[in-house]
């Protein structure tokens, strides 16, 4: 239905798509797979009409097109889903979806009244209750990336492209899409879906293409292959294990947080994290994990309780305080709180320890750049320049910026909320080694992750929560998949 | 949250029903400061609200809501124009000097097409530089600004135009109006409901806030982000042509630069009336209700006898006071927005 | 006041104010009555501010004026009413040579230091309209006796409202010193018993600016209900508040009368707005400023009191107290008169 | 997300224009080296256009012209960095004139005024920036409202008088030279003041702080940057430096009023905006605001002394801030067409509507 033949697409002296073919048929949902900066988002701009590519063609039915602009494709049938969500915070939901295709009334008027029954409806589908007419500002992650895939689903498009739609989607709400795709793809539409969790991939698609380096690895029928082929086309060698944690002995206390409560939000968190730990946060996307650990480092003030950090007490509402104190955070949203996207990568990476890269008040560039250097390395974050702006690099590898941003600070307590959140499988191996590592180190950390293979591999405890409070404490021996989902969705608050 | 579906609906309506009382209490809430200070100063004065005070009242807003119509729109799309203030006095001016050279043949209607011809001409040089060559609007119209200005004192160089040299068709529609009630007002409650009605319930017009909510997630929607920013300019641009003829018709004699130093009041009013400057959010009628408030004051300041050199800093002080309260306001029902929505998910 | 006490340096330290730079350099040789006028003579007209249409008629006579006795003139000026402005220009004159530099102050003190370094280099300066302070010019062209226009003005009015009511007074920029001066002898004269039924309730600002003057005017007449006149002693506010007037019911019942050129208020006292207001002839002052101004850099003058000097068609002038040259009386206009005069 | 509420609007969670970011061109032509070769062409111009115009003199005027506008720059640099602006600049420098003529007439010394009066003037800025950090507004709002209070208060403490006279001693030290040099004492101050502030923005914490602040003031806060507290410093040092503008201003000329200064801010956003700093924060050097404030001014001096009329003048102003922000877009756009023939480059992904 939409292909691709042999394009190339450069940004600058990056050849992010290098002679890449690519077929979508009917009725078949095609898996994209590649590590970060494969050049998957770039193939999917490039058929969105975003890009166009400066080699190759993108054909329509057979037929060369050529996309205008992102207006064109959406004329042409084909609805996107990227990978960043791209919402107008100060629009209502229901208009979000619906911009610039409203629904009409007389005289070319906007019927608001079909806009949001149409919203609700789509809301319903996917199984989840976001209330149309509210502004999207203040949407969780999670909830944006559903009002995305609405918006995407309401277009009833002929191609339905998604970007690792499902990254800041907990099983609940993935479960929910792919059901809602299944039926798509049956009625004969063409999906064309992207995702770093194998699983997904063998559970939705029927082909799959691999891309390395931009550049087109494999394409095959997804039934041909192995989750361990799969890997190794993507990676290019074999990986070891995915959860490669280390058993450590949890040292002295590191963190006590204690009857945490911000009104409203969440209410009596009670937990401690000892150095060498990994607790994990797990629970239902909006159960309050994000708030929870936004509080604790400072972002938001807290409205009782008390938060400590090796034995000190930290005042409510002030990073610094708890940045001093040893405490780091890598938040969820790295494009709005992670990232300064406009700055250069060892500017991001220096943000956090400008103290350290001083001679006298005056900072060195080149003790700033050795320092971004080092860590770029260690993590084997892709890029051609220290000083180039953080936003043109791929997804996965502003994620390890963020990361490196912080292990920089060298903590005594490390919380993580969805560190793995679109990083590539190779690197997710890479990223639970490194905080395996650090807490072998005898770094306290408390990991929020939606990824529940994530939780159960990498967790010495599981505290799960539920509608803004603490529903379970589940050490790493008891902790299941039903355990955890359990807890999670309220069914049992017994293991507590 | 997840688990509720059914309940959506009712749970809904009742947060859409407070996020829309959260917009509509900005204009309400200057309802309410434009009420008390007209009450008070009633008290003091009983003249303030004599026929011919509320006509004045109405009578000076006119253009000044006219002109922040024209800019809300544009501050919606998350840009500014300065050059108003000085588009109207190259309007005033130019139309002054082409009716006055033939005032029998050249009406009101000639007038005016000329004037809001220059002002769109203007608004169109601002939308282009701004739209299609991305040049950063605040540097773009303070550049105009300068140089409309520049080109006006100009033309006019030292020369005035005088009332006797105007059409009296034209000085009517300045001073006069249809059972008395004066035709400026009349023409920018036109404009206001035409442009606030095209703004809420038409698919382009949204368009306008999308843009200024998120330029990239626009062009992403396929919403024509250049066409809508140029097309905000150039109603601008016209609607302060439209603007500095009715400022000839008012005041008959115009000399070089009437409205100098409009640009800041135009945006003060607009940012009273509740239009986020980083754009996206607010109302035309929001806009207008600004302006209001801000010659309201000004009358209402001279009427209580305050001392003149008092003037200034209580304009000041109160423009403070209405964007403090606004603020938290809307922090406020945020709040409540945020344990209400809570409330809902448990 | 206290800390004052402690020290240091005050208005009353002893000779704290700045005293004049060159008092060497203003007060030359000799003057010879007899000098011949110096051809290609460079003078240069500084109003308040460009595109105020009175200040161009003031300097396109003084321009026309130069032609006369063979020198040339320019008008260079900012486009908003300030001294900082003018001292730029005043600089810039000085860099360029002219040879004498014709003022209108915005500001007495503040064009005073720029113009003193131009006097050190020989260049005549006269002010004229607006005075700048005394030992910072040579010559202040006066249009009228500042204390006549101030008294007549309120005469004026007197007459129309049978000296009885409240009246208010709308001036121009709150420093204007023109303005204050005359105010201040609006305010003396209304001291006298005559007047004792008159009072002055307001001073209103409306900054030569047409729509602030407008305001400003309504604001008044609302303010004021019992208000019976109002002066105002600059041109842009009596054209405003005549159209304000004109417009509004209070047309016919509260008299108007201030400073105006003929052309803008034509209107006004055809339909009955206004019926008498003042003016000097600006040509002259123009003229007589550009006669003044050769004459002392011909050295037929030094600006020293009781000096005479040839102005053309206006014939002698001398110098008075201070080194003013006052033009002559205002003179009234009215419906009889007002069509006899275009500018 | 309740953080982002409270904080100024648009540096919340509305993504930023730029997407694609850093457009190829800031490699090759950067704005603030394009504004210092026109101001080298111009200097080099009137050198060989006017006998008047290199001479030291001259250059002492015009330079002199611009101290305050240039002492104001130093500060607005900083706070639009950051993605903030103070449009109050010129009323408190009107307000600290009147000030000092109010409280030297009433026989203060004056040097317990001038201190007293840079006070103020910090106050001043105090409010501005309490206002926008605590209760989040926006500062464009806030200041176009304290600029309207503050020169009110400067009518309320001096009214219409002009107060005058002020002691020789430090006028001279305001339009004096440092002796043996045709530089005023205001531009050497200036001088070191620049240094000062070009060592802040560009090579400490502080400065990568404010960058930071000005691009993702989000990100900042999460970085444990204390956005609130260091644009509350902002302000005041803004306040501070415009109430010493004030004071340098009414020494030279000598004459302080409650209108001095009238109409700067824009003179001095002008200078900002032509220096190259973005207003959308985040980007810019301090050396393209200088070499912006001296382009202005040398321009301005060399029109007049050619005799080009105002109008003239203001058109010129106008164009050059124009087209030196243009420019180099329009060789952006034209290299990226020669190099690939598409229309959507990464640079058409900028936002198309950036302040
Ligand atoms: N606008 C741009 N300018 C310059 N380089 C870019 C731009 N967009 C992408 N790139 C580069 O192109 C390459 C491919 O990026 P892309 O975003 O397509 O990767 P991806 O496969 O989607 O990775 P991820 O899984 O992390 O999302 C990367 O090296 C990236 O840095
Ligand atoms: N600014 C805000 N205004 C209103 N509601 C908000 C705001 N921020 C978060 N919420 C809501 O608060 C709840 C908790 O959100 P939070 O992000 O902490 O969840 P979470 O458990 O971390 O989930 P995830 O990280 O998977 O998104 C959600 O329902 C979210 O929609
Ligand atoms: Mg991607
Ligand atoms: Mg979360």
Redo the contacts between chains.
């Keep these: 239905m939409l292909a691709l033949r042999k394009a190339g697409k450069s940004f600058g002296a990056v050849r992010a798509l290098r002679e890449v073919s690519l077929e979508l048929f009917a009725g078949e949902a095609h898996a994209l797979a590649g590590e970060n900066g494969a050049g998957k988002s770039t193939l999917v701009k490039t058929l969105s009409g975003v890009h166009r590519p400066d080699e190759g063609e993108v054909l329509l039915d057979g037929a060369p097109v050529e996309f205008g602009g992102p207006a064109a494709a959406q004329e042409a049938g084909v609805a996107v889903i990227y990978q960043e969500p791209t919402l107008f915070p100060d629009l209502s939901v229901a208009e979000n979806i619906f911009m610039g295709r409203q629904p009409r009334a007389r005289f070319g008027r906007i019927d608001r009244r079909a806009m949001h029954a149409e919203a609700t409806e789509l809301f319903t589908g996917l199984g989840v209750a976001i209330d149309p007419g509210r502004p999207a500002r203040g949407l969780s992650i999670a909830d944006q990336q559903l009002v995305e895939i609405a918006k995407a689903l309401s277009r009833r498009a002929r191609v339905l492209i998604m970007d690792e739609p499902t990254a800041a989607l907990s099983g609940n709400e993935v479960a929910r899409l792919f059901n809602v795709v299944k039926t798509l793809r049956e009625q004969g539409c063409a999906v064309l879906f992207i995702s770093h969790r194998l699983d997904e991939i063998f559970e939705l698609c029927q082909r799959v293409t691999i891309l390395r380096d931009g550049a087109w690895v494999a394409g095959e029928p997804i039934s041909a292959l192995t989750p361990d082929d799969l890997v190794r086309r993507m990676v290019g060698r074999d990986l070891d294990t995915l959860y490669p944690k280390q058993d450590t002995l949890p040292g002295e206390v590191a963190l006590t947080v204690g009857r945490l409560t911000r009104e409203g939000v969440f209410t009596d968190v009670s937990f401690e994290v000892r150095r060498g730990e990994i607790v994990a946060l797990a629970g239902l996307v909006g159960a309050g994990r994000s708030e929870v650990a936004r509080a604790i480092f400072g972002v938001d003030r807290w409205d009782a309780g008390t938060v400590e950090v090796g034995g000190r007490r930290l005042p409510p509402g002030s990073p610094t305080a708890a940045m001093a104190a040893g405490l780091a955070l890598v938040p969820e949203d790295r494009r709005q709180q992670g990232l300064v996207m406009d700055l250069s990568i060892e500017r991001n990476i220096g943000l956090t320890g400008l103290k350290s890269v001083r001679r006298g008040p005056v900072i060195s560039r080149a003790a700033e750049r050795d320092r971004a250097r080092d860590w770029a390395a260690r993590l084997q974050l892709k890029f051609t320049r220290l000083g180039d702006a953080v936003n043109v690099l791929s997804g996965g590898n502003q994620q390890k910026v963020v990361l490196a941003k912080w292990l920089a600070t060298d903590p005594a307590v490390l919380i993580v909320d969805e560190p793995t959140r679109g990083i590539d499988i190779g690197t997710k191996a890479e990223v639970h080694r490194l905080l395996s590592e650090l807490a072998g180190r005898g770094i306290a950390i408390l990991m929020i992750s939606s990824d529940l293979p994530e939780v159960l591999g990498m967790a010495d405890r599981v505290l799960v929560m539920h509608e803004g409070r603490l529903a379970a404490e589940i050490p790493r021996e008891r902790a299941t998949e039903e355990s955890v989902m359990s807890a999670a969705t309220g069914r049992d608050g017994a293991a507590a | 949250m997840t688990a509720v579906t059914a309940d959506a609906t009712p749970g809904g309506r009742s947060a859409r029903g407070l996020v829309e009382l959260v917009f509509r209490a900005r204009e309400l809430s200057l309802v309410a400061a434009l009420a008390v200070l007209v009450l008070v100063t009633t008290a003091v004065n009983p003249n303030f609200l004599s026929g011919q005070g509320v006509k004045d009242i109405f009578l000076n807003t006119s253009i000044l809501a006219l002109l922040a119509v024209g800019q809300s729109l544009v501050v919606i799309t998350r840009n500014i124009d300065l050059s108003v203030g000085s588009v109207v006095g190259l309007v005033a001016f130019c139309t002054g000097k082409f009716v006055s050279a033939d005032p029998t043949g050249r009406g009101v209607l000639t007038a005016l097409v000329f004037g809001v011809a220059i002002g769109a001409v203007c608004g169109l040089l601002n939308g282009l530089l701004v739209s299609f060559c991305r040049v950063p609007a605040l540097v773009v119209t303070l550049g105009t600004l300068y140089v409309i200005q520049g080109l006006d004192h100009y033309i006019a160089h030292g020369q005035q135009i005088n009332a006797v040299d105007l059409p009296p068709a034209l000085l009517h529609l300045g001073n006069e109006g249809v059972l008395g009630v004066p035709y400026l007002p009349v023409i920018t409650v036109v404009v206001m409901l035409a442009v606030g009605y095209y703004l809420r319930s038409y698919p382009s017009g949204r368009d306008f806030y999308a843009i200024g909510s998120s330029p990239e997630a626009a062009r992403l929607a396929g919403v024509p982000v250049r066409r809508r920013v140029l097309a905000a300019y150039l109603f601008s641009g016209a609607l302060a042509g439209l603007g500095g003829v009715l400022w000839l018709a008012r005041f008959g004699t115009v000399v070089a630069d009437p409205a100098r130093g409009w640009e800041l009041i135009v945006v003060s009013a607009v940012v009273v009336g509740g239009v986020a400057i980083v754009g996206g959010v607010g109302t035309v009628y929001g806009a207008v209700l600004g302006a209001l408030l801000l010659t309201t004051i000004g009358s209402a300041l001279v009427v209580l006898k305050v001392n003149s050199f008092w003037q200034q800093a209580l304009t000041g002080a109160l423009l403070l006071l209405a964007i403090t309260v606004d603020r938290v306001l809307a922090v406020r029902v945020t709040r409540l927005l945020r344990k209400r929505s809570v409330r809902h998910g448990a | 006041?206290g800390?004052?006490a402690?020290?240091?340096?005050?208005?009353?330290?002893p000779a704290?104010?700045?005293?004049p730079a060159q008092s060497s350099a203003a007060a030359p040789a000799k003057a010879d009555p007899n000098a011949p006028v110096k051809q290609g003579l460079k003078l240069a007209f500084l109003p308040k501010q460009?595109?105020?249409?009175y200040?161009?008629?003031v300097d396109?006579a003084g321009i026309e004026a130069t032609k006369e006795f063979a020198g040339t003139a320019?008008e260079?000026?900012?486009?908003?009413a300030?001294?900082?402005s003018q001292?730029?220009?005043i600089?810039?004159l000085t860099?360029?040579g002219q040879d004498a530099i014709l003022i209108a102050a915005n500001?007495?003190?503040?064009v005073?230091?720029p113009l003193k370094q131009a006097m050190a280099k020989g260049i005549k300066v006269v002010a004229y309209d607006s005075d700048a302070?005394k030992d910072c010019r040579n010559l202040f062209i006066n249009q009228a006796s500042s204390e006549e226009v101030g008294r007549s003005q309120v005469k004026l009015l007197a007459d129309m409202i049978g000296h009885k009511g409240d009246i208010a007074i709308l001036s121009a920029?709150?420093?204007a010193?023109n303005q204050?001066t005359w105010i201040g002898f609006m305010k003396d004269e209304l001291t006298k018993p005559e007047y004792k039924d008159m009072k002055l309730v307001?001073?209103?600002?409306g900054d030569d600016?047409?729509?602030k003057s407008?305001?400003?005017t309504?604001?008044?007449l609302?303010?004021y209900?019992d208000l019976k006149g109002i002066i105002s002693p600059t041109t842009?506010g009596i054209?405003?508040g005549a159209?304000y007037i004109s417009?509004?019911?209070y047309k016919g019942k509260v008299v108007l009368t201030g400073l105006g050129t003929p052309?803008?208020m034509?209107?006004f006292v055809k339909d009955g707005t206004v019926q008498k207001f003042a003016l000097w002839n600006p040509k002259d002052l123009g003229y007589l400023a550009a006669y003044a101004a050769a004459a002392l850099s011909s050295g037929q003058i030094t600006g020293t009191e009781g000096e005479t000097f040839k102005a053309g068609k206006l014939g002698e002038k001398t110098i008075g107290k201070d080194g003013e040259v006052i033009l002559g009386p205002p003179f009234t206009f009215e419906a009889s008169n007002i069509d006899q005069f275009d500018f | 997300m309740a953080h982002d509420l409270m904080t100024t609007p648009g540096t919340g969670s509305a993504p930023k224009g730029g997407a694609a970011g850093r457009s190829p061109l800031g490699r090759f032509v950067r704005w603030d080296v394009l504004v210092t070769a026109l101001l080298i062409a111009v200097f080099l111009a009137g050198a060989a256009g006017s006998p008047d115009f290199a001479n030291a003199g001259n250059l002492s005027f015009a330079l002199g012209d611009l101290g305050e506008i240039a002492l104001i720059a130093l500060a607005m640099t900083l706070l639009v960095v950051a993605a903030e602006v103070d449009l109050s600049v010129a009323s408190v420098l009107g307000l600290s004139s009147a000030m000092i003529g109010a409280l030297w007439d009433a026989g203060w010394a004056i040097e317990t005024i001038i201190p007293l009066v840079v006070v103020v003037g910090a106050v001043c800025g105090l409010v501005n920036g309490l206002l926008v950090t605590r209760l989040g507004l926006p500062s464009l709002a806030v200041t176009i409202g304290t600029l309207a209070l503050y020169r009110g208060l400067a009518y309320v403490v001096l009214g219409d008088k002009a107060v005058a006279e002020f002691p020789q001693r430090y006028t001279d030290l305001v339009t004096g030279d440092v002796p043996g040099t045709p530089i005023p004492y205001p531009v050497a101050l200036f001088v070191l003041l620049a240094i000062i502030t070009g060592v802040v923005l560009h090579a400490t914490g502080a400065g990568r702080a404010l960058f930071a602040i000005g691009s993702q003031e989000e990100a900042a806060f999460f970085a444990g940057i204390r956005v609130k507290r260091i644009k509350l410093v902002l302000f005041v040092v803004s306040g501070t430096m415009a109430a010493f503008a004030g004071v340098v201003y009414t020494l030279r000329y000598g004459s302080a009023r409650a209108d001095n200064g009238f109409g700067v801010e824009l003179a001095v956003i002008a200078a900002v905006l032509l220096g190259g700093v973005d207003f959308d924060g985040g980007k810019g050097t301090l050396g393209g605001v200088i070499a912006g404030v001296l382009l202005i001014g040398l321009l301005r001096n060399l029109l007049m002394l050619n005799d080009v009329a105002t109008e003239i003048q203001s058109i010129v102003t106008g164009l050059l801030l124009i087209v030196s922000v243009l420019t180099p877009r329009l060789a952006a756009v034209v290299r990226q067409r020669r190099r690939s023939p598409a229309p959507h480059t990464p640079l058409s992904s900028e936002a198309e509507s950036n302040r």
Excluded at chain 3, 16 to 19: H, L
Excluded at chain 3, 50 to 53: D, E, G, L
């Design positions: 006041l800390l004052a402690c020290g240091g340096t005050t208005k009353d330290s704290t104010s700045a005293a460009i595109n105020n249409p200040e161009t008629i396109d320019k260079v000026g900012p486009s908003d300030s001294a900082s001292i730029s220009y600089n810039t860099q360029q500001d007495a003190n503040a005073c230091g302070a920029t709150a420093n010193t204050n307001k001073v209103a600002y600016d047409d729509q407008f305001q400003q309504q604001g008044l609302q303010a209900p842009v054209s405003a159209r417009g509004s019911k052309n803008q034509k209107q």
